[in-house]
T-cell receptor, first 114, second 114 residues
Framework: QQQVKQSPQSLIVQKGGISIINCAYE??????FPWYQQFPGKGPALLIAIRPDVSEKKEGRFTISFNKSAKQFSLHIMDSQPGDSATYFC?????????????FGPGTSLSVIP | NAGVMQNPRHLVRRRGQEARLRCSPMKGHSHVYWYRQLPEEGLKFMVY????????ESGMPKERFSAEFPKEGPSILRIQQVVRGDSAAYFC????????????FGQGTRLTVV
């Protein structure tokens, strides 16, 4: 129940296209859903996050869509660029006693080709 | 303001040796989280520490692994008698409060056991 599922495992998108990564969860106690971006040899960095009281959040070319009833959320990268090539992790967290423990999905390796 | 500093970046150990991984949190951050990342997998939570206290070690193997975050100095993740299966990237993250989802990550230590 603590698992976060993520698909696809890898994704190849043409420059200028839309990249879509999907995630699903089971635990309804999750109340915060961040996405992280990780470049090779680097640590993950928080990219964008959403709470379940909204259905969509947009920051620049990055948009999170959230479907509370289906317990699913997705990341859309509009006008994908080669510089977006990285591994993307969805995650979920909930207040657990004194802090918000984060559960990560397995990641999606995105390659944007020119 | 320097980011989260981890050292060494790469560590090679023979089976049976000890591995010590160090993490200096960002200035002003008193909360540290350690994660392990295996190829094709997401980050798996290991342990959460505040200064001089272990808050949650539910993700840490019961044997051979230990962590500390002393009053002075970096947080240390210690792996005794390493085995091949310990080979992975180990990341630490830090936050000013107990908000793991908004923590900043270091660049990781890549441990190889030969």
């Amino acid at each position: 129940q603590q698992q976060v599922k993520q698909s696809p495992q890898s994704l190849i998108v043409q420059k200028g296209g839309i990249s879509i990564i999907n995630c699903a969860y089971e635990n309804t106690a999750f109340d915060y859903f961040p996405w992280y971006q990780q470049f090779p040899g680097k640590g993950p960095a928080l990219l964008i996050a959403i709470r379940p009281d909204v259905s969509e959040k947009k920051e620049g070319r990055f948009t999170i869509s959230f479907n509370k009833s289906a317990k699913q959320f997705s990341l859309h990268i509009m006008d994908s660029q080669p510089g977006d090539s990285a591994t993307y992790f969805c995650a979920a967290s909930s207040k657990d006693t004194s802090y918000d423990k984060v559960i990560f999905g397995p990641g999606t390796s995105l390659s944007v080709i020119p | 303001n320097a980011g989260v500093m981890q050292n060494p970046r790469h560590l090679v150990r023979r089976r049976g040796q000890e591995a010590r991984l160090r993490c200096s949190p960002m200035k002003g951050h008193s909360h540290v989280y350690w994660y392990r990342q295996l190829p094709e997998e997401g980050l798996k939570f290991m342990v959460y520490l505040q200064k001089e206290n272990i808050i949650d070690e539910s993700g840490m193997p019961k044997e051979r692994f230990s962590a500390e975050f002393p009053k002075e100095g970096p947080s240390i993740l210690r792996i005794q008698q390493v085995v091949r299966g310990d080979s992975a990237a180990y990341f630490c993250a830090s936050s000013p409060r107990g908000q793991a989802a908004e923590a900043f990550f270091g660049q990781g230590t890549r441990l190889t056991v030969v």
